[in-house]
């Protein structure tokens, strides 16, 4: 039986403000009656605050370590810059969108796990059915990767790892990353059209899988696992989120 659940969409920081057709491959989306759900990331503008405001800010194993002081920092750029700003590229083009974060609702539960890297979460929880009510009244969930620890705490997640679990969590039907390359690329720079959970575990024992891409490739698994199409493809060209949801043979497709 064909899944039919929302197509959720991740869109990485960076290919925020690139000259993309994104937004508008969503809204398109939205008004074919196809329920989406957007999640974001932000890692280069979260930088470049952190930098003018000269908060200390180091990487541990691929994460950002983050203090309290660099927390209000992600939190204003995640959710009041970028979250924004999507919600408001929709809305330009006549799509509707409710902007949120993990927080809100308690959509995305989560504990802290290493004290290494300080305020950063592994998500303990993901309330589908929240997200699901609003894709029914019609709204596009556009979602910042922020969660909460009960009973008041926000930390920072991995957007990756944010939208695989969504993606398990409303049962999609597709889970599609926009990057800015052109999917899971070989060790001599050509791209892997499929992957499967054998071949991804031999490519990061060996190297080819490492870095940023390892919460990507984790994240498509755990989607696949419940039914979903994942793919990784370069969202910086016109076109690659219709094209791919009309079957073209884009970047990679992640199998279970």
């Known amino acids: 039986m064909t899944n039919t659940g929302p197509i959720v969409i991740k869109i990485g920081g960076s290919t925020l403000g690139s000259e993309d057709t994104t937004m508008d ?17 932000g890692g280069a503008m979260i930088t470049d605050w952190l930098t003018r405001l000269a908060v200390p800010s180091e990487f541990v194993d691929g994460l950002r370590s983050t203090s309290a002081g660099a927390l209000e920092v992600v939190v204003a750029v995640l959710r009041g810059v970028i979250n924004t700003q999507l919600v408001a ?9 409710v902007g949120l974060c993990g927080v809100d609702g308690g959509i995305v539960r989560a504990e802290r796990y290493d004290a290494r ?10 309330d589908g059915d929240f997200i699901r009510a609003i894709c029914e009244t019609g709204a596009i969930p556009v979602i910042a990767p922020i969660g909460l620890e009960p009973p008041a705490q926000p930390l920072n997640i991995n957007a990756d790892t944010v939208a695989g679990e969504v993606a398990r969590a409303v049962q999609a039907s597709r889970l599609v990353f926009l990057t800015d390359v052109d999917g899971l690329l070989d060790a001599s720079q050509q791209l892997i059209p499929r992957l499967n959970p054998e071949r991804a575990g031999a490519l990061r024992t060996d190297g080819t899988i490492g870095g940023g891409m390892i919460p990507k490739v984790e994240a498509c698994l755990r989607a696949a696992e419940t039914g979903a199409l994942a793919h990784m493809a370069n969202g910086t060209t016109a076109g690659t ?16």
Do not use: C, K, N, Y
């Open 25 to 41: 491959d969503v809204v398109a989306l939205q008004r074919s009656g196809q329920q989406v759900i957007v999640v974001h990331g």
């Open 89 to 97: 590229e929709i809305g330009e083009r006549g799509g509707r969108a």
């Open 117 to 126: 890297l300080g305020m950063v979460g592994r998500i303990t929880g993901v």
């Open 241 to 256: 989120l219709r094209r791919l949801i009309e079957g073209a043979p884009l970047g990679t497709l992640v199998e279970a």
